[in-house]
Structure formats: C-alpha cells, structure tokens
C-alpha cells in the first residue's frame, strides 16, 4: 500500500544574524542554511495496517507525512501511495489518502459543520447512496449529530477532532494519516478517538499511520512502530520486539532513612557497572533513591544490598521498565548510538 523510497528532504531557508543590527545584514546577505528534516529513509506499510510513526520533537515525521499526502515534494527518493506518486498525481492520491493534522483544522471555519461535509461530499465525488451510508457509520462510531449543524469556529477541541476525523473518512480512503490527532484531549475524548480508528481499521481495512507523543495511542493502536530521529529511521519493528530488546531495565526505588549517607556513594563503581548500566537518582523531599540498573548485568537484591551497607532502608518498590520509558531512552540516547 505504501512505498517510501530513499526519502530526504531538504529546507532552504535564509541565514538568520541575531538583533536588529543583524536583521538588516540578514536583508542584504545572500547566504542560506540546509536543514535536513527528512533524511534518506525508506519503508513499506501493508494494506490494513496501523503503523506508529514517532520520534521527539522536530524528528521529521509531520515532513514525512507532508511528503505522503503530496503537500511536501521529496528533495530526494519517492514515495508511491497505492502505486501513485502523490508529488506528481496529487488529485489521483486524495482520493485515496484521509488526512488529520491535529494541530489545525482542514474544515471550513465559518461554516456549519454540515457545509464542510456537503462541500467535500462533491470534492470527492461521493454518490448520495454512498453518503447516507458512510454518514450513518461516521455518526455512530464519532458521534457527529450533537454539533452538525455548528460552525465548526464554535465546536470544542474534542468536538472538532472528531469533526476533522469524520471528514477525513467521508470518502473512505484507503490510507488515513492522523498526525497527532488526539494532542490535547482529554481521557474520554482520547479513548473514542482511539476506538473509532480501531473499528474503522478493522471494517474498511484502511491503512493507518499515525504519529503522537502519547505512548497510550501507540499501546491501544499499533501493532508496529517506525522511530525516527533527526530525520533518520533508528526504529522499525514490532512493539513486542522492542520491549523485549530494550525493556532490560528495571528501576528500584528506596526510601532510605538517613540520606546524608548517600554523599559521595557511586553504585555502578561499587557494583563493577558501568554508568550506562547503573544509574542513581535521589528525590531529596521524599528520601527516595531511584536506581535504574540493567537486569542482563545486575540482580535487584545486589543493589539492595549495597544500599542497606550504607544507609537504613524504609521501603522499597520494585518496576520493570514501561514502554513510555524505553521510549524517552531512546529519543534521549537513540539505539545504540545507530541509525538502522
Ligand atoms: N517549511 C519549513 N521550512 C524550514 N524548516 C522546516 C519546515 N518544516 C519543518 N522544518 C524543520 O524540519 C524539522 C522537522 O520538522 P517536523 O515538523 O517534520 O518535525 P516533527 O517530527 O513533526 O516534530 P513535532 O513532534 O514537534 O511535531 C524541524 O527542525 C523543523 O524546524
Ligand atoms: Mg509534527
């Protein structure tokens, strides 16, 4: 269904000189600065699947996504979407691709929410049959009736979402883009959201890609996950696959009774760890000590036991490591330091 090929792309924009003294010298100055927001990356998505595309801020993936959809045209490599090149055959690809970009709205501000509907209706040329029906499920699984016949200017964020969602979904696309497409909802909103993609991917089979920085969307959603990281793909495989890998850390907290005794105690050296492998954290205002260790080279009652030889331990609570935390591992360190 979806084919990226070798992907870059580059932003020319002018160089910027700081103050007002450097703004004018800006005017003047013929100089440029290349970003590369997307950098050589290659991937392909299956008919029916839901892929999470994540990675921290200003990553690359709103680029990728602009360069799937059509708004953006690749500096190098290609995507072909359905076999179509959506740089070359913009119009061919919207019919096949729904977009959601949460941070703005692709609907008709001023207009009651049913124009928006009637407007795209004839965009895309969908029959009267095809509308009363596709209506009546978008309606059910999103809940649209309550505000139709609103200005969409006047609909809340949760409101709107769902708006923009259902009008994505109109023409029954075969691929749905959602870039970030539950930011600021609250937890009711989020979870139909995260239900109406869920029944819609299993009814219609429609492709799915979808970035977010809520890790609950990628835990509810996807089956697979594409990282990316100053435009390079570090990432791609299962959800499993990347817990079982990188999951090999395990945190202990303990809240000790005397923490003076703590100064100057070095955990990793005292367990012959490396730092990466052991990592200590205190929280004066509740005498918590947080140890990060890996399991693969240190035992929970190992860096017990070097604790309780220095200090009194009060309580103590024991986690293996959450995906959201595997995730800021690796946007703070990357894998391995590697690009795949
Ligand atoms: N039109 C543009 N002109 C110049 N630079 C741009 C443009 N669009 C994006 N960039 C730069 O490209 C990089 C990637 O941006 P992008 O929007 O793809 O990130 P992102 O992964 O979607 O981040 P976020 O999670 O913050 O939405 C950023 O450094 C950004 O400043
Ligand atoms: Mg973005």
């Known amino acids: 269904m979806i084919e990226v090929k070798h992907v870059s792309k580059e932003f020319v924009s002018p160089k910027k000189y700081p103050g007002l003294k450097g703004a004018v010298k800006g005017l003047f100055s013929n100089e440029k600065v290349v970003k590369k927001a997307v950098d050589d990356i290659s991937?392909?998505?299956?008919?029916?699947?839901?892929?999470?595309?994540?990675?921290?801020?200003?990553?690359?993936?709103?680029?990728t996504i602009?360069?799937?959809?059509?708004?953006?045209?690749?500096?190098?490599?290609?995507?072909?979407?359905?076999?179509?090149?959506?740089?070359?055959?913009?119009k061919d690809n919207a019919q096949n691709i729904g977009v959601v970009f949460g941070q703005r709205t692709?609907?008709?501000?001023?207009?009651?929410?049913?124009?928006?509907?009637?407007?795209?209706?004839?965009?895309y040329n969908v029959s009267d049959e095809e509308y009363e029906e596709r209506m009546k499920f978008l309606n059910e699984v999103l809940?649209?009736?309550?505000?139709?016949?609103s200005p969409v200017r006047t609909l809340s964020l949760g409101q709107r979402m769902r708006a923009d969602l259902g009008a994505a979904l109109l023409h029954n696309p075969k691929v749905l883009y959602l870039d970030e497409p539950t930011i600021g909802l609250d937890l009711v909103v989020k979870d139909n959201i995260r239900k109406a993609i869920k029944i819609i991917n299993e009814k219609y089979q429609t492709?799915?890609?979808?970035?977010?920085h809520d890790i609950g969307d990628i835990e509810e959603l996807c089956s697979r996950i594409i990282i990316i990281d100053e435009g390079k793909k570090i990432y791609d495989g299962s959800l499993e696959e990347l817990k079982d890998t990188y999951g090999t850390r395990r945190k202990v907290s303990m809240e000790v009774k005397k923490q003076e005794k703590l100064k100057g105690l070095n955990l990793a050296e005292k367990l012959g760890a490396s730092h990466e492998e052991c990592r200590m954290e205190f929280d004066e205002e509740?005498?918590?000590?947080?140890?990060?260790?890996?399991?693969?080279?240190?035992?929970?009652?190992?860096?017990?036991?070097?604790?309780?030889e220095v200090t009194e331990v009060k309580d103590i609570q024991i986690q293996e490591t959450e995906l959201a935390e595997i995730v800021k591992e690796i946007y703070n360190h990357g894998i391995d330091g590697k690009a795949v």
């Open 207 to 212: 492709t799915v890609i979808l970035t977010t």
């Open 66 to 90: 602009k360069m799937m959809t059509g708004i953006l045209k690749p500096t190098q490599g290609q995507c072909l979407i359905n076999g179509i090149d959506p740089s070359r055959a913009r």
């Open 106 to 123: 692709q609907l008709w501000w001023d207009l009651p929410l049913s124009e928006s509907f009637t407007i795209l209706k004839e965009v």
């Open 286 to 308: 509740n005498k918590i000590l947080s140890v990060t260790f890996d399991k693969h080279k240190l035992q929970v009652p190992q860096v017990m036991n070097a604790v309780m």
């Open 143 to 149: 809940g649209l009736p309550e505000f139709f016949s």
């Open 43 to 63: 991937f392909s998505i299956a008919d029916g699947e839901i892929v999470g595309y994540i990675g921290s801020n200003g990553a690359g993936k709103s680029t």
